[in-house]
Structure formats: structure tokens, C-alpha cells
């Protein structure tokens, strides 16, 4: 007899953070630790990216992870993935200059394959990802406009 086991739609993301000064946050998410800090520059000890930082790599993560289950899903062999993010980033909100709307105005991603991967597929794999990645939803239901480039390292 099969079980009919139905996975969760809906779980709880868990993280929590010890501040132990004005910039310095140790997060802890699971069984892993990791700093969330402003460069000595900005009166930070510089002991991990900056809160808009994380938020940037998060992206990158995210885009590399759903990229490679897409890839997997539509059949397409993507090898690894090199992936770059560049920011325009409005400051006049963390520095309470005023509220600011879209902080995070535009994001230019670039993901290459170490792979031969025809334009085509890649096309496809960029519209799926867009559609399944929790963060670059997030950034774009937000305003942030994300211009996509993936190329293959054989283009």
C-alpha cells in the first residue's frame, strides 16, 4: 500500500540575531552563524556584509539555486553557474535623508554557464527562473527593475 503523503505548501523561515553594538548583528539561521555588520568606515566593525549587501547576494543565491532546478526541470544541462550582480541603490533612505520608495532601483544580473547552452534554452531557463525565484520576486514586486543577461561561456 502507497502512502499519499502530501508535502507542506507553507513553512516557517526561522532566523534570530544577538546585536551586541549598533551594527554588528550574529544571525543565527539553522545550525549556521553568520555576520551582518557596516564597514569601520560607517562606524561598523566589518565583520560581514552590510544588511543591502546580504540582500544582493541573497539574489545571486536564490538565482543560482532556482536556475539549476529549472535547468534540471526543462532538461537543459547548465553546468556551474558564475553569477554577478551590480546595485544602483538609493541612499537617501538609510541615511534619513527621506523615505524612499525603491531603494533598490535597478539590479544589472549577469549569469554565464560553464556550459555550451543554445540561446534558446537559455531564453527559457531566464523566463522560468523569473517565475520561481522568491527573491527576484520580491525585488521586482518591490520596483526594483531587474535586467537579466545569461550567456553560455561558449557564446
Known amino acids: ?88 541603490f538609493d541612499r537617501r533612505g538609510v541615511t534619513l535623508q527621506e523615505e524612499i520608495n525603491v531603494p533598490f532601483t535597478r539590479i544589472d544580473l549577469r549569469i554565464e554557464t560553464d556550459r555550451a547552452v543554445a540561446a534558446e534554452d537559455l531564453a527559457r531557463l531566464q523566463v522560468e527562473v523569473a517565475k520561481f525565484c522568491p527573491l527576484s520576486k520580491l525585488f521586482r514586486q518591490a520596483g526594483t527593475v531587474i535586467e537579466e543577461t545569461w550567456t553560455s561561456t561558449h557564446d
Open 1 to 88: 500500500m502507497a502512502l499519499n503523503i502530501r508535502p507542506k505548501t507553507t513553512v516557517k523561515l526561522r532566523a534570530q540575531a544577538e546585536c551586541p553594538s549598533h551594527s554588528l548583528s550574529q544571525v543565527a539561521v539553522r545550525d549556521l552563524v553568520f555576520a551582518i555588520d557596516e564597514p569601520t568606515e560607517r562606524g561598523g566593525t566589518n565583520q560581514g556584509p552590510t544588511p543591502t549587501d546580504t540582500a544582493l547576494a541573497a539574489l545571486i543565491g536564490c538565482t543560482n539555486v532556482i536556475g539549476n532546478k529549472c535547468a534540471k526541470s526543462l532538461g537543459i544541462e547548465i553546468g556551474h553557474l558564475n553569477i554577478s550582480a551590480t546595485c544602483e
